[in-house]
């Protein structure tokens, strides 16, 4: 089912933060839980996920962390949603197989309905449209116009 958890939630202010805040240098997960308030044992993991999917790569080294791995322009909301509902564990009953007839007939495929439509939506959201809504209502940013993606 698709639900905004908390983990789900921090994944894509993580992100976000990464998008709006890197100045051409990776951006550490501490600055991020210090700006955020996202605790590092979500934000350790959902940033390692996050990695292995391609849309962060990390950095090592004492100047280390995290940058986009492709422009924030072609990241989607629906991408980093993908990579955090493989991770959350919880049964979707959706797919319970037990349930009355009016369930499975009706009340779940209009849900799956809505959760394809909503995803659908979250393909035309990028990081970059959230970085711009983050612009305009005055937060302050790491860097002014500098590139996103560093190749």
């Not at 939506?121 to 449209?129: C, R």
Request: aromatic share 4%; hydrophobic share 40%; with cysteine.
């Amino acid at each position: 089912m698709l639900k905004l958890s908390k983990k789900m939630l921090f994944a894509i202010e993580a992100v976000v933060d990464i998008a709006y805040n890197a100045a051409g240098e990776p951006v550490q997960s501490r600055d991020i839980t210090a700006r955020q308030g996202i605790p590092k044992r979500y934000l350790e993991q959902t940033l390692q996920q996050l990695v292995r999917a391609d849309i962060l790569t990390g950095v090592r080294g004492p100047r280390g962390g995290y940058r986009l791995a492709r422009e924030r322009r072609r990241i989607t909301l629906a991408d980093i949603v993908s990579v955090i509902r493989s991770m959350e564990t919880s049964d979707d009953p959706i797919e319970d197989p037990a349930g009355s007839p009016l369930g499975k007939e009706v009340v779940r495929p209009l849900w799956r309905e809505l959760q394809e439509t909503m995803m659908k939506q979250l393909e035309h959201i990028t990081v970059e449209d959230l970085c711009n809504r983050a612009r305009d209502a005055g937060l302050r940013s790491g860097i002014e116009e500098s590139p996103d993606f560093i190749i």
